[in-house]
């Protein structure tokens, strides 16, 4: 299975390492390299979104640097994959769900990583 995620904490990533050992993983930090990489292929079949990116929590949702943009860039786009937020931030969740309705909120702290 492929699987995207977008996600900047290395406590986080190495929790979505373990839970997916047998799949094919795709990480991006930051919300720019984001939008890169799913430009060119939206061929994912879970998409992990995070809303806080940079090392920095509950950040507002006009910032550059957050899921936000990439929802709204994902927005008017045709995917097949489970879309999957994952944000502790549940403004900033609430607002991507409003560019992606179909997706689905399951936050996970830092603290799940110890929960594996």
Known sequence: MRIFILEDMEIRIDTFKNWFKEHELIFSKTAQEAIDVLAKDLNFEI??????????????????????????????????????????????????????PSAEYIPISSKDAFNI
């Open 47 to 100: 998409l992990f979104l995070d809303h806080d990116l940079g090392d920095r929590i509950f950040v507002s949702t006009d910032d550059e640097n957050t899921g936000s943009r990439v929802a709204k860039f994902l927005s008017d786009k045709i995917i097949k994959g489970r879309i999957i937020i994952h944000s502790w931030n549940p403004c900033g969740a609430k607002n991507m769900m409003s560019y992606l």
